[in-house]
């Protein structure tokens, strides 16, 4: 598996030491975890404004709930 290397201040290095003990992961653990999270977070960003630019200049509709029921067949 491929490696990267971070570099921490001592405080968050300390907070993450005493979670890991107290939780019984490992520090790998939790700075992987919070990776994903980031990264999972910075795409449906980037994916938003993609849909927000997308949007503004015509090239995409907005459509309302009642707007759908009814292509769908599912208006009362």
């Keep these: 598996m ?3 290397s971070i570099r921490l201040d001592e405080k968050t ?3 993450l030491e005493i979670l890991a003990a107290k939780t019984g992961r490992t ?6 975890t919070a ?6 977070d910075l795409e449906d960003l980037h994916e938003a404004e993609r849909a927000f630019i997308e949007l503004r200049s015509g ?3 907005v459509y309302s709930l009642k707007d759908v029921e009814r292509r769908l067949g599912l208006a009362d």
């Design 2 to 4: 491929p490696t990267v």
């Design 35 to 40: 990776v994903l999270a980031q990264i999972e």
């Design 13 to 15: 290095n300390k907070r």
């Design 27 to 32: 520090k790998t653990y939790y700075v992987r």
């Design 59 to 61: 090239r995409d509709q």
